[in-house]
């Protein structure tokens, strides 16, 4: 297994900053050595460049439009990236940044292989310039992936859907916005809530999770917002929202993800080291990578 680590130090979709400080914690908290140690070939590309379009915005009007550009020419950049490791059959770890770099990971997948995705999240990220209450584009990332929202986003590296509906899954979800969570509702998206993970269990989530995700598609992306997890376990993110998966549901999870064998792609998103407590987070999501990369305890 080849990995190649690409950093994204960027917070335009969001509305917070210190998220752009994420990869470099990340890689502090020994990511390279940890993989190395498992016997993996991992080569650090280092973290993409990118140019401000616009310091300031000339109006309050105008800065959700800077945003949209902004995310886009990032996610352009972070696709080419992304599928030149994908075609030479090697998996690409995205440290983030926020989450709206997302759409430019699949982007860069989607143009090699029909790509299924879990998204662990205790948000929806399913809103549209329509429906958000915040304007911030972190939270419309998986919306547009499917092909709903800003037509910038949804074109984005000219792949729409980036993913079919009925194979993505969302999980640990504990704070939707009232529209978003009819278009949810409404759509083919598959999204177990933590009242869901409270009843059925982390395990039988999974195994549907990583079913419905893997049928008919040729790879599964994970993407991770660390603030599914409980914030006493990662207090280092900047929508903390309380009641979410444990330490081990995490890894259980994601240790899963492993033994199907399913993974293409995987980012971490969302870790913010200036909320952070003795870059707690970003030792987590180490950790996190590990087992979804095959690490185990015996």
């Known amino acids: 297994m080849e990995i190649k680590i690409i950093g994204v130090p960027t917070d335009f979709g969001a509305n917070r900053i210190g998220v752009d400080l994420g990869p470099a914690a990340i890689r502090y908290a020994r990511l390279f050595d940890t993989l190395t140690d498992m016997g993996l070939e991992v080569e650090d590309l280092g973290d993409i460049g990118f140019h401000l379009i616009e310091n300031e915005p000339k109006s309050d009007d105008k800065k959700y439009e800077l945003q949209v550009l902004q995310v886009t020419d990032v996610c352009e950049d972070l ?3 992304v599928n030149r ?3 030479r059959y090697q998996i690409p770890v995205i440290l983030g940044g926020d989450h709206s770099v997302t759409i430019g990971i699949l ?7 029909k ?4 998204y662990f999240d205790a948000h929806g990220d399913f809103n549209t310039s329509k ?3 915040s304007y911030n584009i972190h939270g419309m990332g998986l ?3 499917v092909g709903r929202g800003s037509p910038y986003l ?3 590296v000219g792949v729409t859907p980036k993913v079919k509906e009925e194979n993505v899954v969302l999980v640990g979800a504990r704070d939707l916005d009232p529209v978003e969570k009819e278009l949810l509702r409404e759509s083919m998206v598959t999204v177990f809530t933590m009242d869901d993970i409270d009843r059925l269990g982390i395990r039988q989530v999974m195994e549907q999770s990583i079913d419905i995700s893997s049928k008919g598609t040729e790879g599964v992306h994970i993407s991770i ?3 599914f997890v409980n914030p006493q376990e990662a207090p280092g993110v900047g929508t903390p929202v309380k009641g979410g998966l444990t330490y081990r549901e995490a890894h259980l999870a994601l240790e899963m993800i492993a033994e199907a064998d399913i993974l293409a792609s995987l980012d971490v998103m969302e870790v913010n080291p200036i909320l952070d407590c003795h870059n707690q987070t970003a030792e987590l999501a180490v950790e996190l990578i590990a087992s979804a990369l095959g690490k185990r305890i015996l």
């Not at 790509?115 to 879990?118: Q, S």
């Open 154 to 156: 949804v074109n984005c």
């Open 85 to 87: 490791a994908a075609n």
């Open 115 to 118: 790509m299924g995705l879990i």
């Open 225 to 227: 917002d660390m603030d």
């Open 143 to 145: 919306a547009a992936v």
């Open 107 to 113: 982007g860069g997948m989607a143009k090699v292989k």
């Open 79 to 81: 696709a080419l990236m």
């Open 131 to 133: 429906t958000t209450l």
